[in-house]
């Protein structure tokens, strides 16, 4: 079982905004990273550290932490944002890392 | 534009070997950690191992501990995974992953798949 917990699906009509989130212990102590995967690619990373974009993600994401949870927020969804997301962080022992289970979006 | 490629999947028997590689392009590979990731088919990405920028310090999940081992040389920008005493549950896409600071995964290969069938 996955030490990071995420709700396996959400769906967001076009334009809106949608928050996923990703609970677990050790992010009280680290920061979350987000990927975003479609089918048949490699993930992608679109936000990690307290809210990074890496250069040529769009800046309708962004990240956000609060206790044990961390958040990516896509504000104004558009159709290409639908896939899976995952977060991704260390577990509770700092050496290694864990995968929540995933989110797939869709895009209404 | 960092590049990784991956190489070495096929299919194999339970019980037997793969040695996986990751070739490293237009990086100081040995000024990074990196790590193998896998995603089963139809299922979410799994944390498999990492290794620290010297090669001096590994780290396995609990499903591949004592099965895998993973290496580098930073000489040939290259990444490996030995896998041995494979399992049907290792069947995978396995990629490989480079790490910026705090273990943020800011680059992958395309991927390379892993059968585990008699």
């Known amino acids: 079982s996955s030490e990071l917990t995420q709700d396996p699906a959400v769906s967001v009509a076009l334009g809106q905004t949608v928050r996923i989130t990703c609970q677990g212990d050790?992010?009280?102590?680290?920061?979350a990273s987000w990927y975003q995967q479609k089918p048949g690619q490699a993930p992608l990373l679109v936000i990690y550290?307290?809210?990074n974009r890496p250069s040529g993600i769009p800046d309708r994401f962004s990240g956000s932490s609060s206790g044990n949870t961390a958040s990516l927020t896509i504000t104004g969804a558009q159709a290409e944002d639908e896939a899976d997301y995952y977060c991704?962080?260390?577990?509770?022992?700092?050496?290694?890392?864990?995968f929540g289970g995933g989110t797939k979006l869709t895009v209404l | 534009e960092v590049q990784l490629l991956e190489s070495g999947g096929g299919l194999v028997q339970p019980g037997g070997s793969l040695r996986l590689s990751c070739a490293a392009s237009e990086l100081i590979f040995s000024g990074y950690a990196m790590s193998w990731v896998r995603q089963a088919p139809g299922r979410g990405l799994e944390w498999v191992s990492g290794i620290s920028e010297s090669g001096g310090n590994t780290y396995h999940a609990d499903s591949v501990k004592g099965r895998f081992t993973i290496s580098r040389d930073n000489s040939q920008n290259t990444l490996h995974l030995q896998m041995n005493s494979l399992r049907a549950e290792d069947t995978a896409v396995y990629y490989c992953a480079k790490e910026r600071n705090g273990g943020v995964l800011d680059y992958w290969g395309q991927g390379t798949l892993v059968t585990v069938s008699s």
């Open positions: 991704h962080s260390r577990d509770s022992s700092g050496n290694h890392r864990v």
């Open positions: 050790s992010l009280r102590r680290y920061f």
């Open positions: 550290g307290k809210n």
